[in-house]
T-cell receptor, first 113, second 113 residues
Framework: AQSVAQPEDQVNVAEGNPLTVKCTYSVSGNPYLFWYVQYPNRGLQFLLKYITGDNLVKGSYGFEAEFNKSQTSFHLKKPSALVSDSALYFCAVREGDGNKLVFGAGTILRVKS | DGGITQSPKYLFRKEGQNVTLSCEQNLNHDAMYWYRQDPGQGLRLIYYSQIVNDFQKGDIAEGYSVSREKKESFPLTVTSAQKNPTAFYLC????????????FGPGTRLLVL
């Protein structure tokens, strides 16, 4: 069965500094990987996904993520953090053509000015 | 304006009462999903539907029921058998089940009186 780990409950970063939110996964086939962001009392917003192709995926709001097959990781990155990036971030994985999306526990990102 | 709507935003349930959460989408998506979100646990899949008049149990279906009589609607009933219903409930849809991106509604917060 597939699984996702987000090893950090919270990440703190100063505005203007680069940020990284970590995600590792476990699947038996080819992974389809997703990042979502959630603001308080709101639904999840899609940021980006990796299906196949280039290992560096660019998404919404200046975010990008790098797929690393050997390390089974899909870390979310942004070159320069904004205070408005402060939110809860979820990594998710779907295994091949399966119908289920499995989510990590989430990482709170706090960007301080 | 296309999207996914959920109602109500807040819902209160009394002991022994069944309550129904609404989810409607006008995106012409075939697949729809219900997730439960609890603090620190990420999202867990309750039920999903790949097509009208068909649905499958997710990881935590006990105490819940669904129907899919129309393509645009996927209501979730929280029955009295669900002993710990307090949570944030999120509905999602995708063009098809499988590798397509899931898009989320704004959520319904269910509280027990």
């Amino acid at each position: 069965a597939q699984s996702v780990a987000q090893p950090e409950d919270q990440v703190n970063v100063a505005e203007g500094n680069p940020l990284t939110v970590k995600c590792t996964y476990s699947v038996s086939g080819n992974p389809y990987l997703f990042w979502y962001v959630q603001y308080p009392n709101r639904g999840l917003q899609f940021l980006l996904k990796y299906i196949t192709g280039d290992n560096l995926v660019k998404g919404s709001y200046g975010f990008e993520a790098e797929f690393n097959k050997s390390q089974t990781s899909f870390h979310l990155k942004k070159p320069s953090a904004l205070v408005s990036d402060s939110a809860l971030y979820f990594c998710a994985v779907r295994e091949g053509d399966g119908n289920k999306l499995v989510f990590g526990a989430g990482t709170i990102l706090r960007v301080k000015s | 304006d296309g999207g996914i709507t959920q109602s109500p935003k807040y819902l209160f349930r009394k002991e022994g009462q069944n309550v129904t959460l609404s989810c409607e989408q006008n995106l012409n998506h075939d697949a729809m999903y219900w997730y439960r979100q609890d603090p620190g646990q990420g999202l867990r899949l309750i039920y999903y539907s790949q097509i009208v008049n068909d649905f499958q149990k997710g990881d935590i279906a006990e105490g819940y029921s669904v129907s899919r009589e129309k393509k645009e609607s996927f209501p979730l009933t929280v029955t009295s058998a669900q002993k710990n219903p307090t949570a944030f409930y999120l509905c999602a849809s995708s063009i098809q089940a499988g590798k397509e991106t899931q898009y989320f509604g704004p959520g319904t917060r269910l509280l027990v009186l």
